[in-house]
């Protein structure tokens, strides 16, 4: 079983800083199937990067994802007042099939 | 507008059963697998089950294997998760997503409660 664990557990950051977000795999995970999503109170998950480096559609470019192998980062390079929220990363492929991290929280300093 | 909208999510009492749905629209659903996913109150994301774009792939989570079935009905842009044996444990928000070509969930929809209790 691919157990993702992802750290911090909370970041707590100020609008303008640079935040970096770790996602660590218990096995390897392909390359291609390892994305981030970021996801607000009340509000589904909204896909932020696929193919472990590729924005969504419609995503900043202020997000960057990074990583291979077991060790991925996303990073998200001048907080905006709207970034503050809880962030997954999601593995596909391994067993079960899909498997996400437990989210890091980036609060408001 | 790309679109999915869940329903059939409520209160249950334990040991019954319940079928979600999943209404999709603005793509050709029939061309994309799906993905059922949920979230218990406060927690993280859950992947629940999988179905392939014809229907005959399908993959479950092991805390749900052998009380869940998930189905799809592409003439009707449609996708089910009917639910047996529901116990506290299942008491979650609901999510259907779709998935893209690299295993990432690109569209989700608002999600359906489903709380199981006495």
């Known amino acids: 079983e691919i157990v993702l664990t992802q750290s911090p557990g909370t970041l707590s950051l100020s609008p303008g800083e640079r935040a970096t977000l770790s996602c660590r795999a218990s096995?390897?995970?392909?390359?291609?199937?390892l994305a981030w999503y970021q996801q607000k109170l009340g509000q589904a998950p909204r896909l932020l990067i696929n193919?472990?480096?590729s924005r969504a559609i419609g995503i900043p470019d202020r997000f960057s994802g990074s990583g291979s192998g077991t060790d991925f980062t996303l990073t998200i390079s001048r907080l905006e007042p709207e970034d503050f929220a809880v962030y997954f990363c999601?593995?596909?492929?391994?067993?079960?099939?899909?498997?996400f991290g437990p989210g890091t929280k980036v609060d408001i300093k | 507008e790309v679109q999915l909208v869940e329903s059939g999510g409520g209160l249950v009492q334990p040991g019954g059963s319940l079928r979600l749905s999943c209404a999709a629209s603005g793509f050709p659903f029939n061309t994309y697998s799906m993905n059922w996913v949920r979230q218990a109150p406060g927690k993280g994301l859950e992947w629940v089950s999988y179905i392939g774009r014809g229907g005959n792939i399908i993959y479950y989570a092991d805390s749900v294997k052998g009380r869940f079935t998930i189905s799809r009905d592409n003439a009707k842009n449609s996708l089910y998760l009917q639910m047996y044996s529901l116990g506290d444990e299942d008491t979650a928000v609901y999510y259907c997503?779709?998935?893209?070509?690299?295993?990432?969930?690109?569209?989700w929809g608002q999600g359906t409660m489903v709380t199981v209790s006495s």
């Open positions: 999601q593995q596909y492929g391994g067993s079960p099939l899909i498997t």
């Open positions: 997503a779709r998935q893209d070509t690299v295993g990432a969930l690109d569209i």
């Open positions: 096995q390897s995970v392909s390359t291609s199937y």
């Open positions: 193919g472990a480096s």
